[in-house]
């Protein structure tokens, strides 16, 4: 046996041992993760909102599609350029600032809804800024956490951090539903601002780790430092197959996200029911994250791709569904499925790159989910053209004839992983 295989089978059994009390042992580590927790919560129970709004003043499919294509707007565009500057900063400030700025943001649309004074054009920068906290999310977040805990404590941590994610979307939907039903839509908005203050307040309490001091003024130059990022797409087959399955996945299921409210309305569901089939998918991923992040997963590709079949396959069934009943298992089934993508996606980003292209990785991987738009206007077109439920039908079969291709043509993303050495 070679030393960097003793290396990596000593690193694999290392994370066998890890259990969850050494994990809420690491000093930060708690209040960091319910900051993270509270700051989901938000941007879902935001999207939720939002989409609920446009339902009730515009009732058009399309304008739905885009006001949740913006949210994911800001990682098409900047996803690169925010893993850089993730790399360059205190992460831990940086993340304060955000949900700072957020905070006004929240209670001006607060105002707007309330006196009535709200206009359709007006959800679209909010959304927008929304989405800008979206990407330091996981540009700028998910790396503490990775550095936080360290790299023994990490695969366990970010699969608790995907599963808070989905948690967040089932509180911040059901919460955003019974709000709407028992307060009015403004309430919402509110409550979105009072989260966003407690994660700020937990947020603050939070050390900052020495790698992610050490990583916050790097020697190399601007331009260096993105050159040697873009070497971590080049370099790794396995990375750009992980990408791939990324851009279908965002393409073709994700983009379903702001139609619910729609398709719950065809069902003649209230707010509060459309709040519970919005959090359906949440239900399935947070039964599944808990059980991943009991275990250690050696074929994470494996868990990768295949979670993402399921999802695919799950909404197809969603889309078809003749009961209201069947559409929400289907999309429970769904959650399963992403509880296995989401949980391996950022550990096998992270995993390609160095201590100082952490961020960068993961602003790779933003560029990549935030092809997530495309899908939302083609879907909202689709829509338009055929009816909600028949457009979410194509996308789901699409994506997943496109997802079989690709990994027949990379089955290194199927192969058990091999750490190496830390570099």
Request: aromatic fraction near 6%; charged fraction near 10%; hydrophobic fraction near 55%.
């Amino acid at each position: 046996m070679t030393t960097d295989e003793t290396l990596s089978r000593a690193e694999d059994d290392a994370a066998g041992r890890a259990t969850l009390r050494d994990l809420l042992a690491v000093p930060g580590y708690r209040p960091l993760c319910v900051s993270s927790w509270l700051w989901h919560t938000t941007r879902w129970g935001g999207l939720f909102s939002t989409s609920y709004l446009l339902t009730q003043i515009a009732n058009s499919p399309l304008l739905n599609q885009v006001a949740g294509a913006l949210i994911f707007a800001p990682m098409l565009v900047g996803g690169f350029l925010a893993g850089i500057v993730s790399d360059r900063f205190d992460r831990r400030r940086l993340l304060l600032a955000t949900q700072l700025t957020l905070i006004p943001i929240s209670l001006l649309m607060f105002v707007l809804v309330q006196s009535g004074q709200v206009r359709v054009w007006m959800t679209f920068p909010f959304m927008f800024a929304v989405g800008i906290g979206a990407l330091l999310n996981m540009t700028a977040q998910r790396p503490l956490i990775y550095e936080t805990v360290g790299d023994r404590l990490a695969p366990r941590a970010l699969t608790i951090e995907t599963t808070a994610q989905a948690a967040a979307g089932v509180f911040g939907t059901l919460v955003g539903g019974i709000l709407i039903e028992e307060v009015g839509i403004g309430a919402s908005f509110a409550g979105m601002a009072i989260l966003l203050c407690l994660s700020a307040a937990l947020l603050r309490v939070v050390p900052s780790p020495q790698a992610a001091r050490a990583g916050s003024t790097p020697t190399v130059s601007l331009a260096d430092q993105a050159r040697a990022s873009a070497e971590l797409v080049r370099g790794s087959r396995r990375l750009v197959a992980m990408l791939g399955v990324t851009v279908i996945q965002n393409v073709f299921y994700f983009s379903f996200t702001p139609i619910v409210p729609v398709v719950a309305k065809q069902f003649g569901a209230s707010a509060v029911v459309a709040g519970a089939l919005s959090a359906a998918a949440g239900c399935g991923q947070i039964a599944a994250g808990a059980l991943l992040s009991s275990r250690h997963i050696q074929r994470r590709g494996l868990v990768f791709a295949g979670g993402a079949g399921v999802a695919l396959v799950s909404l197809s069934v969603f889309a078809s569904a003749p009961l209201l009943s069947i559409a929400f298992a289907a999309l429970v089934v769904s959650g399963v499925g992403q509880a296995g993508f989401a949980s391996m996606q950022s550990l096998l980003a992270i995993e390609s790159a160095s201590v100082f292209e952490r961020g960068a990785a993961l602003g790779v991987l933003s560029t990549a989910i935030g092809s997530l738009p495309l899908g939302m206007v083609v879907i909202g077109l689709g829509a338009q053209a055929l009816g909600a439920r028949p457009a979410l039908l194509v996308s789901a079969v699409t994506g997943f004839l496109a997802l079989v291709g690709l990994m027949a043509r990379s089955p290194e993303l199927l192969a058990p992983t091999v750490q190496e050495p830390l570099r």
